[in-house]
C-alpha cells in the first residue's frame, strides 16, 4: 500500500455517461495530480493541484473536470468520453511541487465504449 | 512532449543476472528519477538523482546520471523474478509541473 487510493479500481461507460474518479491519500501530502496512462505511450500529466490550487492543465480537453476539495482529495468528472479516452488513470500525490512524485495510486482501468 | 526515453524497450534476462536499462532526454534539467510499475498498477518511487549527483546507491539499485551526455542508467544487480516490471524514468526542469515520463522499459527476469 503506497496511502494512495482510488476508486473505482475499473470502470467501464459508454460515451454519454457521467461518471467522476475518486483519489484519496492520507500521507499529508500537499500536491496531488492525474496522469493518463495509455497502452505503449508515456505517461500523460493531466492536472496538478498544489495547496488545493489547479497549477497546471496540461491542454486536456474539457471533457475531463478536475476537482480538488481539500489537500487529501482529488476527483476527476467524466462527461461525454471518447473512446480513445480509455486508459489507466493514476492519481499521484507529494509533498510539494519540487520534490518528485511520492506516490502514486493503482489507478482506474477507464474502458469508453 | 516526451522527454526522456529508456532503452531497451524490452528486456529479458535469467534471475540472477544484472539489468541495465538506459533514459536519455533532451533539455537540461533539475532532477530525474526512476519508478517501477508492476503490470496494470500504480507506479513505485526508486530513486531520485539531482542534477549535481553522479551516482546514487539503493540496496540493489544503483543510478547513474552523466549531464553531459544527458542520460542516466538504472543497473539492478542479482536480479529477481520479483523484479519483472515496467521501469520508467522521469526528468524535471523546474518542478512536477513539467515531470515528463519515458515510455519505459520492460524487464523479464526469468526464474
Known amino acids: 500500500e503506497t496511502g494512495v487510493t482510488q476508486t473505482p479500481r475499473h470502470l467501464v461507460m459508454g460515451m454519454t455517461n457521467k461518471k467522476s474518479l475518486k483519489c484519496e491519500q492520507h500521507?499529508?501530502?500537499?500536491?496531488m495530480y492525474w496522469y493518463k496512462q495509455s497502452a505503449k505511450k508515456p505517461l500523460e500529466l493531466m492536472f496538478v493541484y498544489n495547496f488545493k490550487e489547479q497549477t497546471e492543465n496540461n491542454s486536456v480537453p474539457s471533457r475531463f473536470s478536475p476537482e480538488c476539495p481539500n489537500s487529501s482529495h482529488l476527483f476527476l468528472h467524466l462527461h461525454t468520453l471518447q473512446p480513445e479516452d480509455s486508459a489507466l488513470y493514476l492519481c499521484a500525490s507529494s509533498q510539494d511541487t519540487t520534490v518528485g512524485l511520492g506516490a502514486f495510486g493503482p489507478g482506474t482501468r477507464l474502458t469508453v465504449l | 512532449s516526451q522527454q526522456g526515453e529508456e532503452d531497451p524497450q524490452a528486456l529479458s534476462i535469467q534471475e540472477g543476472e544484472n539489468a541495465t536499462m538506459n533514459c536519455s532526454y533532451k533539455t537540461s534539467i533539475n532532477n530525474l528519477q526512476w519508478y517501477r510499475q508492476n503490470s496494470g498498477r500504480g507506479l513505485v518511487h526508486l530513486i531520485l538523482i539531482r542534477s549535481n549527483e553522479r551516482e546514487k546507491h539503493s540496496g540493489r539499485l544503483r543510478v547513474t546520471l552523466d549531464t553531459s551526455k544527458k542520460s542516466s542508467s538504472l543497473l539492478i544487480t542479482a536480479s529477481r523474478a520479483a523484479d519483472t516490471a515496467s521501469y520508467f524514468c522521469?526528468?524535471?526542469?523546474?518542478?512536477?509541473?513539467?515531470?515528463?515520463f519515458g515510455a519505459g522499459t520492460r524487464l523479464t527476469v526469468k526464474p
Open positions: 500521507l499529508g501530502h500537499n500536491a
Open positions: 522521469a526528468t524535471i526542469v523546474y518542478n512536477n509541473n513539467d515531470m515528463r
